[in-house]
């Protein structure tokens, strides 16, 4: 068991594909934002999965933290975490609300078709063992009326991650000025003005005007060639010499994790378009969640709300 002292205090929660991942990149290059994760952590999921995370993990699956690299820390008064499951989560809401008083929370919104198709594509970009087409995962999701079940991994991460409704107004609630509210509509539009008043919201230095934001994590499929799917996912006896080699799991990320990331390189792609009668029937399964981004400040205090 690992302690550390140091506790993250500026939490990006979600939901996915909304954006997390360019924020996650702009606000841990600041110098007063230290991030101890390569990417995500789930720290506050640790332990049995609440809810399906994806189509191949089900309720229950074990969630296990990275190891952070708090041994870098240099005092930043910002600590950041990524955890993009973390806002439907009540374990991570509890620990938020109970024991972190001086946490400050991000929650990111997107159109929730948009989102539920996005997510189809990252999963069947990056789970080497999902390979259910974006017509069949729509086809399963009618066949459940567009409702989510926890019980039902197979659709959960299409059904339950693009309602974000319900779970944002708790946080909001609870939390009040502690949150800020974005929509992906306001990253796309003005990443810098939205940038920069999250870091006034931090009381951190804007950025200067000229300042550039590459964006991260983009639609895309993976790269369908041989040699891309070697380095995803390597022969089982080349992972086996590999431990034995090299004991030290931290060493092999080290000296592999770079040899294989091209091979993760998405490569631009569009998605299956929907026909009309679809769309209609996802607006109509969607209806509330629509509602709720278009107006926005009927729900939620105009005060937690960054969008341009």
């Known amino acids: 068991m690992h302690r550390y002292n140091q506790t993250p205090n500026l939490l990006l929660i979600g939901g996915p594909k909304t954006g ?11 110098d007063s934002i230290f991030h101890p994760w390569p990417n995500e952590s789930h720290f506050l999921m640790a ?5 399906p995370t994806a189509p191949v993990h089900p309720r229950g699956t074990a969630i296990i933290a990275p190891e952070p690299t708090f041994h870098k820390y240099a005092e930043e008064p910002w600590i950041l975490d990524k955890s993009a499951f973390h806002v439907y989560s009540e374990r991570a809401f509890a620990a938020v609300r109970d024991q972190m008083p001086d946490a400050r929370i991000i929650i990111t919104l997107r159109n929730p078709i948009d989102l539920m198709l996005s997510m189809h594509q990252e999963h069947s970009k990056r789970l080497v063992d999902y390979n259910v087409s974006q017509a069949d995962m729509l086809e399963l999701a009618a066949a459940r009326n567009f409702q989510q079940s926890a019980d039902d991994p197979e659709t959960w991460s299409f059904l339950a991650f693009p309602r974000l409704k319900h779970p944002t107004i708790k946080w909001a609630e609870s939390l009040g000025d502690r949150v800020r509210i974005i929509p992906l509509s306001s990253i796309k539009n003005d990443p810098l003005t939205t940038l920069n008043d999250i870091l006034t919201w931090l009381e951190l230095e804007p950025l200067p005007e000229n300042t550039k934001l590459p964006r991260h994590n983009e639609g895309g499929d993976m ?9 995803r996912q390597p022969p089982k006896f080349l992972i086996t010499l590999a431990k034995i080699i090299l004991p030290s799991h931290r060493l092999r990320k080290a000296i592999f994790d770079p040899l294989r990331r091209p091979g993760f390189k998405a490569k631009a792609a569009s998605r299956p378009t929907l026909s009309d009668e679809l769309r209609i029937d996802l607006e109509a399964a969607f209806a509330e969640e629509i509602e709720f981004l278009a107006d926005l400040e009927s729900h939620i205090d105009s005060e937690l709300i960054i969008s341009h």
Do not use: I, Y
Request: charged fraction near 15%; glycine fraction near 8%; proline fraction near 4%.
């Open 223 to 231: 790269n369908p060639s041989g040699w891309a799917k070697f380095l």
């Open 47 to 51: 332990g049995a999965a609440e809810f």
């Open 20 to 30: 997390t991942t360019s924020l996650m990149h702009w606000l841990r290059d600041h």
